[in-house]
């Protein structure tokens, strides 16, 4: 096999039908799933709510499966408290796992303030939030949608590097993991995406923090990529880009190929 850990890979960028306008996979068919695929973890990261928390949690721990239950926040362009429509309609996606109780409860805590207080269009956490419940918690850099890969992407490397260092000051230096999505297959990648990866590496080096290849999951097979392009359809009247790739869950050997060069999410599950 060409990665030693090819036994090894965990989902840790996981969508279910709780996401509502941009999920398929059922929580216990994604559990299922992990448990085929001889995987000992898995993350949950819906967007911007928990729903799903408690019935993932019971599944996985039926299942002898690690949950690591988490959330794919939205965080405000500002502060959650601004709401201008020509600045604030701008939000980024930021991938938070708990690793322990205490991160639960903090999770929880700032998810409903970003009900509360942060919502504009979709529920968003601000850096304060961030810094104020990053005790317990896990942060990965983030999907293209991040503040990090906007900031590479607009060759500001410094405020990049100033980014991590904020995530290091909230949940601890062996906590911030620079999130790598590999999808090899997308128009993204090749347009852009593929460029940055030597910086993020350079980065990841400078902090000594690992680089982690996440797999951005919305359904279980290939094959139903049809089937959640027509969801987004409907739930968005036709508003959103339809997914160009391969969003499945994908199994070891998949993951292996995409990720031999980063590690597999196990530093991440041995945390939680």
């Given at each position: 096999s060409m990665c030693a850990h090819h036994d090894q890979f965990i989902h840790l960028h996981v969508h279910s039908h709780y996401s509502f306008l941009d999920g398929l996979s059922k929580v216990e068919d994604l559990v299922k799933k992990a448990k085929e695929f001889g995987m000992n973890?898995?993350?949950?990261?819906?967007?911007?709510?928990?729903?799903?928390?408690?019935?993932?949690?019971?599944?996985?721990k039926d299942a002898g499966i690690k949950p690591l239950v988490g959330v794919e926040t939205y965080i405000a362009n500002r502060s959650r408290f601004d709401k201008d429509s020509q600045l604030d309609t701008k939000r980024y996606h930021l991938t938070l796992i708990a690793r322990n109780?205490?991160?639960?409860?903090?999770?929880?805590?700032?998810v409903s303030k970003s009900y509360m207080e942060g919502f504009y269009y979709k529920p968003?956490?601000?850096k304060e939030l961030l810094k104020q419940y990053g005790e317990g918690i896990i942060c990965l850099s983030g999907c293209p949608a991040s503040e990090f890969i906007s900031l590479l992407r607009e060759n500001k490397n410094k405020e990049a590097r100033e980014l991590i260092a904020f995530y290091i000051e909230c949940f601890g230096?062996?906590?911030v993991f620079i999130e790598v999505m590999n999808h090899t297959e997308t128009d993204f990648y090749h347009e852009w995406y593929a460029r940055l990866i030597p910086e993020m590496k350079k980065i990841s080096e400078e902090f000594g923090i690992l680089m982690v290849g996440t797999w951005d999951s919305h359904y279980l097979c290939t094959d139903d990529v049809e089937a959640h392009n027509t969801l987004l359809n409907i739930n968005t009247a036709g508003g959103m880009e339809p997914?160009?790739?391969n969003f499945s869950f994908i199994n070891q050997a998949d993951a292996c190929k995409a990720f031999a060069d980063y590690a597999q999410g196990l530093d991440l599950a041995h945390q939680a």
């Amino acid at each position: 096999s060409m990665c030693a850990h090819h036994d090894q890979f965990i989902h840790l960028h996981v969508h279910s039908h709780y996401s509502f306008l941009d999920g398929l996979s059922k929580v216990e068919d994604l559990v299922k799933k992990a448990k085929e695929f001889g995987m000992n973890a898995l993350a949950l990261t819906d967007h911007g709510g928990m729903y799903g928390a408690i019935e993932f949690y019971k599944a996985c721990k039926d299942a002898g499966i690690k949950p690591l239950v988490g959330v794919e926040t939205y965080i405000a362009n500002r502060s959650r408290f601004d709401k201008d429509s020509q600045l604030d309609t701008k939000r980024y996606h930021l991938t938070l796992i708990a690793r322990n109780t205490i991160g639960y409860k903090n999770l929880m805590k700032a998810v409903s303030k970003s009900y509360m207080e942060g919502f504009y269009y979709k529920p968003r956490m601000d850096k304060e939030l961030l810094k104020q419940y990053g005790e317990g918690i896990i942060c990965l850099s983030g999907c293209p949608a991040s503040e990090f890969i906007s900031l590479l992407r607009e060759n500001k490397n410094k405020e990049a590097r100033e980014l991590i260092a904020f995530y290091i000051e909230c949940f601890g230096k062996e906590h911030v993991f620079i999130e790598v999505m590999n999808h090899t297959e997308t128009d993204f990648y090749h347009e852009w995406y593929a460029r940055l990866i030597p910086e993020m590496k350079k980065i990841s080096e400078e902090f000594g923090i690992l680089m982690v290849g996440t797999w951005d999951s919305h359904y279980l097979c290939t094959d139903d990529v049809e089937a959640h392009n027509t969801l987004l359809n409907i739930n968005t009247a036709g508003g959103m880009e339809p997914l160009n790739g391969n969003f499945s869950f994908i199994n070891q050997a998949d993951a292996c190929k995409a990720f031999a060069d980063y590690a597999q999410g196990l530093d991440l599950a041995h945390q939680a």
